[in-house]
């Protein structure tokens, strides 16, 4: 177990909708990622928030956003659902600072679905 | 061209053989690289880190590094059943923040 908890496990939702998904990162992490993962592909990296701020954005559109909570739990929102969001949705917990090799760490995902 | 180029397989090997998976990468100025595993219906786990070159042995794992030639290797040595996954190998991303991903290759190891 990697402490980081996501929510929901599982979420069908039709084209056009909004969605938000949560996490909790691990004790002592101040960074989360969340990343994107189609069926039979690797992760793609969404965007990553450390200490509150985002640090760093990958090729999503602005209807993906997030936001990431004095207690370092994160959401990933997304508006306008289109059927290629379907996919699983993980978060990835990690300890960013001087010196520091970002290992991350999955929760188990969240798998969406969009008809 | 894709930042991190792994070999979708499927590999298939015997019990008790080694297996062996590869990457290579494009990103020259990158230091850090993972090898994830990743069960099917499962999120991946991080299984060895590698950041010098040669090689990082840990159980029956050993990851290569060869930074001239952009290229990471994972041997599992004694490869059991219970290996089969997918194996993803990553980097982070020189002077940035995000870690990124191979498409990751399908091993099966065959009792």
């Known amino acids: 177990e990697t402490g980081v908890t996501q929510s929901p496990t599982h979420l069908i939702k039709t084209r056009g909708q909004q969605v938000t998904l949560r996490c909790s990162s691990q004790?002592?992490?101040?960074?989360v990622s969340w990343y994107q993962q189609a069926l039979g592909q690797g992760p793609q990296f969404i965007f990553q928030?450390?200490?509150?701020?985002?640090?760093g954005r990958g090729n999503f559109p602005p209807r993906f956003s997030g936001l990431q909570f004095p207690n370092y739990s994160s959401e990933l929102n997304v508006n306008a659902l289109e059927l290629d969001d379907s996919a699983l949705y993980l978060c990835?917990?990690?300890?960013?600072?001087?010196?520091?090799?970002?290992?991350?760490?999955f929760g188990s995902g969240t798998q969406l679905s969009v008809l | 061209q894709k930042e991190v180029e792994q070999n979708s397989g499927p590999l298939s090997v015997p019990e008790g053989a080694i297996a062996s998976l590869n990457c290579t990468y494009s990103d020259r100025g990158s230091q850090s690289f993972f090898w994830y595993r990743q069960y099917s219906g499962k999120s991946p786990e991080l299984i060895m880190s590698?950041?010098?070159?040669g090689d990082k042995e840990d159980g029956r794992f050993t990851a290569q590094l060869n930074k001239a030639s952009q290229y990471v290797s994972l041997l599992i040595r004694d490869s059991q059943p219970s290996d089969s996954a997918t194996y993803l190998c990553a980097l982070e991303e020189a002077g940035g923040f995000k870690t990124i991903f191979g498409a990751g290759t399908r091993l099966f190891v065959k009792a």
């Open positions: 928030y450390y200490r509150e701020e985002e640090n």
């Open positions: 590698i950041y010098s070159n």
């Open positions: 990835a917990s990690s300890l960013q600072g001087a010196g520091i090799n970002e290992k991350l760490f």
């Open positions: 004790s002592g992490h101040n960074t």
